[in-house]
């Protein structure tokens, strides 16, 4: 069933990293006012990365990160940016991207809005299997048979 909601207590989110054999995956609740840089340090806490990368967040075509002078882009400034600006039905997906140079690529789903009860804080529910090590000599599209 698909809900909707103007201004949801809290979602719960399915993370996945993409192109891997043996799915990667975290299921997780935050509070709908989270910011995009608090969804950040949570996803980087909940997947076990290290937060030692840049990331971005795609929502349709447009990306939110921090953008940096030096290499302009079409990115827009996640800073102030809360998730529930951009989230209003159950069934949504959107993209998290880490680190810029071997392009962790994650699927997240919005699975449920909560709208019945107060969601304060992120809480990791469920998952399986870590990521792969941040730093590693594995070419890019290779660390898909990656096992833990």
Same mark, same amino acid.
């Given at each position: 069933m698909r809900g909707s909601v103007e201004a949801p207590v809290g979602f719960q989110l399915r993370i996945e990293l993409r192109e891997v054999l043996r799915p990667v995956w975290r299921r997780f609740l935050v509070p709908g006012s989270i910011t995009l840089p608090g969804l950040h340090r949570v996803i980087q806490e909940v997947m076990g990365w290290e937060n030692c990368h840049l990331h971005l967040f795609r929502f349709g075509k447009k990306e939110y990160g921090i953008p940096d002078p030096e290499y302009p882009s %079409?990115? #827009? $400034? =996640? !800073?102030g940016r809360r998730l529930r600006e951009f989230l209003r039905e159950e069934g949504e997906m959107f993209g998290y991207q880490y680190d810029f140079g071997d $392009?962790? %690529?994650h699927d997240v789903v919005v699975e449920r809005i909560v709208t019945g009860a107060e969601v304060?804080?992120? !809480?990791?529910? =469920?998952? =399986? #299997?870590?990521?792969p090590p941040e730093v590693s000599e594995v070419p890019p599209g290779t660390w898909s048979i990656w096992k833990p």
């Open positions: %079409e990115m #827009r $400034n =996640e !800073r $392009n962790w %690529e304060t804080a992120a !809480r990791c529910l =469920e998952g =399986e #299997r870590s990521c």
